[in-house]
């Protein structure tokens, strides 16, 4: 993109910003979505984002969220350590408990989110419970009324409050097998994208344990591979479709780490993803002391980048543009 226009653009979404900011970070005003898949949704009028897309919330889970943890490497009996950061409407815990009931592992599942009301409204909505057994429904019940649970399954506990500051309360002993990052878009939500907390949530991980997300965007790619994970893509189910990738994970390995990809769900990142993270979109998010609101962190990025030799991203766009291809910044 041509540096006057990226400007332009990002004076843009600093105006969006200030709107939105005034609320200071939180989600403003819920909206109620349906999604093409039958499950319900919810959209922030702050952040003008939907917690899902259009193509439904429970399949947002399970293809981007279950599939490339791929638990089936967890034997029986196993405990599995989970954090998810953005509990929301609980859809991502929700997927995971069921996998755990029903192959017999045991979780301690820990969980951060800023807002009690997307769960408070999803446990009184008929479509959110009728996906859920009675089982991870008192789950959800107890989370919401007590801040925790303990159960045959196993036992969580969520830190209510931003995950920023939140984090820092799990104990330095605890790893996580999984920790599952769901916030809204980086543009909209950057201060759970930054350096500083993606290298915050890596130390957190047990060794191969793996960090997912639905998020592509190169500069939070490079802030993982930072972080000294190992990043794979997320491979669309679908075999037509029109995306390259549908998500990131970054696992974390030594030298004795073998990966196995054999499921096809997961790969490495191709040339074309990898020139991205050479070129100006791949610059990180930071926010040194953990407390910058999200115009701040736009702002010092959007310094960062005009002030940056890096190839542009439009050169790279173009250099690797085709039919099949649907490029996400
Ligand atoms: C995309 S939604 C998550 C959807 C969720 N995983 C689900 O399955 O329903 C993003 C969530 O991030 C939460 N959030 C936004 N800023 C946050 C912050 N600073 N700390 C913790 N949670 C935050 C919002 O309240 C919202 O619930």
Partial sequence: MHLQSHT???????????????ENNSLGELAICDTDDGTVTLYSHNYKESFHSNSGALKEATEKYINPAELYRFKKGKKIVLLDVCLGLGYNTGCFLEYFKKNELHVEWWGLELDKRPLKFAINNNAFNSCWSEDVLRIFHSINNNDNWNEHLGKGRILWGDARKKLQEIPNSKKFDIILL???????CPHLW??????????????????????????????????????????PIDRNSSLWSIGTVG????????????????????RMEEEHLLTRAAIPYRDPNGTDDIKEIIKRRLKEQQKSLLESTSAWKNKWISAKSTFID
């Fill in 251 to 270: 696992i974390a390995s030594d030298a004795r780490t073998k990966l196995n990809l054999n499921s096809g769900l997961l790969r490495p990142l191709s």
């Fill in 182 to 188: 769901d916030a809204f878009s980086p543009q909209k």
């Fill in 194 to 235: 930054t350096s500083e907390f993606l290298n915050a949530l890596s130390r957190k991980l047990a060794l191969k344990g793996r960090l997912i997300t639905y998020c592509t965007a190169s500069a939070v790619r490079k802030s993982l591979k930072d972080s000294q994970l190992e990043v794979l893509s997320t491979v």
């Fill in 8 to 22: 332009q653009l990002f004076g843009k979404i600093l105006k969006d910003l200030e709107l939105s900011s005034k």
